[in-house]
């Protein structure tokens, strides 16, 4: 998964961030790993979806069961893996990517920064 800048929608949740996450390591590493359990749950939510299945239809494509997509779907989750990453794609149909990108300094010295995953199609 890659990382990109992501900019904030609001400057509440700009201020948010600075006052509790601000440049301390671990409260970033933190608030990076969230951000990217919400992502891929969210990915898999919007495949499926848009595929027309329910979690069943897809768990059976997969070869797993209903709970197991249902906690892929979950943002709380924390077990995302490659390779049912791979599986769920393939099975919709999709190619999985995944690539790096020079992360970019803000050159302002207000806010930090923050990434999120994106998602590549073609």
Do not use: W
């Not at 409260?27 to 919400?38: D, G, R």
């Not at 995302?80 to 970019?104: F, W």
């Amino acid at each position: 998964m890659m990382a990109a800048k992501k900019a904030f929608d609001s400057d509440s949740l700009q201020y948010t961030y600075e006052k509790y996450i601000g440049n301390d390591r671990e409260q970033v590493a933190a608030y990076e790993q969230e951000s990217a359990n919400i992502d891929v749950a969210k990915l898999i939510y919007n495949l499926r979806t848009r595929a027309g299945l329910s979690q069943r239809e897809l768990a059976k494509k997969v070869d797993t069961t209903a709970s197991v997509i249902c906690r892929l779907e979950d943002a709380d989750y924390e077990g995302h893996s490659l390779s049912m990453l791979k599986r769920i794609a393939a099975a919709l149909e999709q190619r999985l990517e995944i690539r790096t990108v020079p992360i970019r300094k803000r050159a302002s010295s207000k806010g930090a920064e923050i990434h999120q995953v994106r998602k590549s199609r073609r």
